[in-house]
């Protein structure tokens, strides 16, 4: 028996993904949170928390990015082809958000308001055609003769837009969480009195788009909720419920780590619920990882360099996280 690389390169996406998610959510999101907290020391805080490691984690995006292209090259033409648009702009949102990382600390106290506003606009530009490209993905992608065979706006969908919407929302626990456990005092506190709220509100669009999907398509529907699927499935959904049953208690102690990893628990099970909904399907509805693979020989040469410098990546990450653990304050900056 043959080594499986489509199955070995859709894992190493799949991870990739994942991990851009984690770590580029909690920084978007703290810009979702801007217009929360007005004070310009609490925001330079909020910023401090994640200056050093934010544009590492985009590292992510590009590995998947890349491994798409060399693995499944026709997922990539079909994808890209059918999401151009929000694509682009995701990528727009992400360079006014990194230009106003920068320049914001260098502004002029009168002139700082222009930079916290494009840090805002970007991180919510980016998160909502996040979304809008993912719900467009769940929704499917006509595909003829290996080629995309839709419309130029065939992803603004109320579906679409609606997924935009919930992911926004997701971020912006996951950065009010990030920032209960990087922060203390008045901003903390501010973080514990959003975070239950977020999670309710987050409930609520997991809970239409886990109903809307399913009635949107049959097999969905069928891949959920038939027999024996229905058993391997349901602690899923439970285990959503009880873990945000546990967030909200959390922060109604006032935890301080708990309710980041628990978030964290939250997006691993979405992510699941994603995973089950489409596997193996690399495009929606009817193209799977080993329709869209790349020739084994290309697979196989990319795999050995892929495999060397994923331990490098993890490596740097998990140093830099480590030298910039603890607190972040107004005025010792990490201790």
Not at 12 to 30: H, K, P, Q, S
Not at 99 to 120: G, L, N, P, S, T
Not at 277 to 293: E, H, K, R, T
Request: aromatic share 14%; charged share 10%; with cysteine.
């Amino acid at each position: 028996m043959g080594i499986d690389l489509p199955l070995i390169w859709a894992v190493i996406i799949i991870f990739g993904i994942m991990m851009y998610v984690v770590m580029d959510g909690f920084d978007l999101g703290i810009g979702i949170l801007f217009p929360f907290i007005k004070g310009d020391r609490d925001r330079d805080v909020m910023m401090n928390t994640v200056a050093p490691v934010w544009d590492g984690n985009e590292t992510w995006l590009v590995l998947g990015g890349a491994a798409l292209f060399g693995a499944f090259p026709l997922a990539y033409s079909v994808v890209l082809s059918a999401l151009y648009l929000p694509l682009i702009l995701m990528l727009i949102g992400l360079i006014f958000r990194g230009v106003a990382f920068e320049f914001r600390f260098k502004a002029k106290d009168h002139k700082r308001h222009i930079w916290d506003k494009c840090f805002i606009g970007g991180s919510l530009t980016a998160t909502f055609f996040q979304g809008v490209a993912l719900g467009a993905f769940i929704d499917g992608i006509p595909v003829v003769n290996r080629q995309f065979a839709g419309g130029t706006l065939d992803w603004l969908t109320p579906f679409s837009l609606f997924c935009g919407v919930a992911l926004i929302v997701a971020y912006a626990l996951l950065g009010c969480t990030w920032l209960i456990m990087k922060t203390e005092g008045q901003l903390q506190e501010q973080m514990h009195n959003l975070a239950r709220p977020l999670a309710l509100v987050l409930l609520a669009v997991t809970g239409i788009v886990s109903i809307w999907t399913p009635l949107a398509h049959a097999e969905i529907a069928a891949r959920w909720f038939t027999l024996p699927n229905l058993f391997w499935f349901l602690p899923v959904p439970i285990l959503v419920l009880v873990t945000l049953y546990g967030l909200i208690r959390a922060v109604a102690r006032n935890a301080h780590y708990t309710p980041f990893l628990l978030t964290l628990v939250l997006i691993f099970l979405g992510y699941s619920g994603l995973g089950i909904s489409l596997w193996p399907n690399i495009v929606p509805p009817s193209i799977s990882i080993w329709d869209a693979a790349a020739p084994p020989q290309s697979q196989g040469f990319m795999l050995v360099g892929t495999l060397f410098i994923i331990p490098f990546i993890l490596g740097y990450t998990f140093w830099s996280y480590y030298v910039f653990r603890g607190k972040v304050t107004h005025d010792d900056g990490y201790h």
